[in-house]
């Protein structure tokens, strides 16, 4: 039986430090079929998800990219359930456990094709398990192994081999469409596991104490992640397809600016990452591309004016691509990319930076479309030519996308010799330079230290021609954004806790910093805030049923932290 095992015992043997390399081996072995999936139905909808199958074994590879540095530290629980309640760590959806549901459930769907198959699963995961040690052997009971304490799990380049001429493919088949079709989920339920049975039951509307877990595990964990737009895992391609004589110029922005296919599979992208020098590396953010740009900005609340004039730009910079592959010898118009975000935090500055970089990408203008966010503190170092070198490598890490400046005011320092300020003209001589067309430069922050910082740099002036100006929410259009984000996640303010929210929030916005204001991060912080009230309230007194639990009551609407302007010292 060993031998029959031997896909899923390979996999048992992996750590952190061999297992890209045994991935990389299953790419090109010829008898093991592999392919990738953007989430798995009905439990890993949310995660990168790979199959590998032979004749004997399926092994389902899970990629949870939770964020190493955005806090997920906890201890599993001793016994494998779907709520995580550890003392001293915050209410959290088991993803081991999502993981071993979707084994069993795995198991049985093959089973209805007569195939007497294994199946394991290999959760790899951003998080940090401080009790993973106890536990390897209850894992492996429940046919799952967990490989803890990634970084940067979403950008990893993973082979597949999906051979149609391997005949586990099919094994593979069956298991796509036991996901997708609800009828082979439901014929399964009485060969699956009493707590995967309940589950499925639950998600067709039966109340059950499963069923409040379930929903408030979704609650407390997968309502309060940012989703991953940019999944890497992306099939698509549709190239651009153009007539021999005569080219359609409403085609021409279909396909180049409205296309909702593009993909970015083949595309390399940076590692968040730069040297200073010997002694010191700068953590970089890079934002990938998103599927659906023209979508996206057009679903943003209020920003009609930012709207407007990104689409003008894009159409312009679609219309020069247009003209120069009919007439490849004529002149072209000058457009120029870089432009200045002027607005408060949480006006949607690096929001729409992402769109903006997706939308050149889609218009032609720009090779890859990502976003490299960057600050002050990206380039100023500790040695003579740090600059130099930082901005070299953040330059070379931006080719084909754009490079975001947060706060670039902070570049103009008040002393003659600030570093800053070299900066600024090493990228001044970026900008001269004809042959950096495959690049946007974007300079973000306040309004009137931007503009200063402008106005006594005629050249900097006049390389960056867009201006793109984000002001305040209203009150009226902060609710809608509220409103938008529940209902993401299906809850519903009742009537009296509406009330109270729009109350609260009108008092805030009254006496708000205008310095200071948030905006929508202020939305957001008061959102989590709701969530976790709302959580501790349906463990307490437990709703009636599902309905019940997705309502936000006037208990839940706890008093808003508003940020009251600073008192100004002197007489």
């Not at 339920?189 to 039951?201: D, G, M, P």
């Not at 070198?389 to 706060?407: N, P, T, Y």
């Amino acid at each position: 039986m060993k031998n029959n095992n031997r896909l899923i015992n390979d996999f048992k043997k992996q750590t952190k430090t061999t297992i890209w390399k045994h991935l990389d081996a299953m790419a090109v072995n010829y008898a093991v079929y592999s392919t990738r999936l953007n989430g798995f139905s009905p439990f890993l909808t949310d995660y990168n998800v790979l199959l590998y199958c032979n004749s004997n074994n399926v092994v389902v590879v899970c990629l949870d990219c939770c964020g190493h540095d955005n806090g997920h530290i906890y201890e599993e629980s001793e016994s494998l359930s779907s709520l995580i309640l550890s003392d001293g760590y915050e209410p959290r959806t088991s993803t081991v456990w999502k993981l071993a549901e979707t084994v069993c459930l795995t198991k049985n769907c093959l089973r209805l094709c007569k195939a007497d198959i294994e199946v394991f699963g290999v959760l790899l995961t951003e998080a940090e398990i401080l009790n993973s040690y106890r536990l390897n052997e209850m894992w492996d009971a429940h046919n799952v192994m967990v490989i803890d304490d990634f970084t940067r799990l979403k950008y990893r380049r993973i082979r597949v081999n999906e051979d149609d001429e391997l005949p586990c493919k099919e094994y593979v088949r069956t298991i796509i469409d036991a996901s997708l079709d609800a009828s082979t989920i439901e014929r399964t339920i009485a060969n699956t596991s009493e707590t995967t049975t309940e589950v499925l039951k639950n998600e067709k509307g039966i109340d059950d104490d499963d069923d409040f877990a379930k929903l408030l595990d979704k609650f407390l964990n997968e309502g309060m992640e940012i989703v991953n737009e940019n999944a890497p895992f992306s099939n698509t391609n549709d190239d651009l397809q153009e007539d021999e004589d005569v080219m359609d110029f409403d085609d021409f922005l279909e396909d180049s600016v409205h296309s909702d296919d593009e993909t970015t599979a083949d595309v390399t992208f940076p590692v968040g990452e730069i040297e200073q020098n010997q002694n010191i590396s700068v953590k970089v953010d890079i934002l990938r591309p998103i599927a659906n740009p023209q979508d996206e900005l057009n679903k943003l609340v209020g920003c009609c004016n930012i709207k407007r004039r990104m689409d003008e730009l894009v159409a312009l910079t679609s219309y020069n691509k247009m003209m120069h592959d009919l007439f490849p010898n004529g002149k072209q118009h000058e457009v120029s990319l870089h432009s200045v975000f002027l607005g408060r935090p949480g006006t949607g500055k690096t929001t729409v930076c992402k769109i903006f970089g997706s939308l050149l990408r889609q218009a032609g203008a720009l090779s890859k479309g990502h976003v490299v966010v960057c600050d002050r503190g990206t380039f100023i170092g500790t040695l003579w030519g740090d600059e130099e070198r930082s901005m070299k490598q953040v330059l070379e890490m931006a080719k084909g996308g754009v490079l975001m400046i947060d706060e670039a005011y902070l570049l103009n320092g008040k002393h003659e010799n600030d570093p800053g300020k070299l900066v600024i003209q090493l990228m001044m001589n970026i900008l001269a330079d004809e042959t950096q067309r495959d690049i946007a430069i974007v300079l973000c922050g306040y309004k009137e230290p931007m503009k200063k910082m402008l106005d006594t740099n005629p050249g900097l002036q006049s390389r960056f021609p867009n201006k793109f100006e984000f002001t305040d929410f209203t009150v009226d259009e902060l609710l809608e954004i509220t409103r938008r984000r529940i209902k993401d996640y299906d809850y519903q303010f009742t009537a009296q806790a509406w009330e109270k929210y729009c109350g609260l929030l009108t008092q805030a916005y009254q006496v708000r910093d205008q310095e200071t204001w948030g905006n929508a991060r202020f939305i957001s912080n008061q959102l989590e805030r709701i969530y976790i009230q709302h959580a501790i309230r349906c463990i307490k007194q437990r709703p009636k049923n599902n309905r019940e639990l997705l309502m936000l009551t006037p208990e839940d609407i706890v008093p808003m932290e508003i940020p009251c302007k600073k008192p100004k010292m002197g007489f």
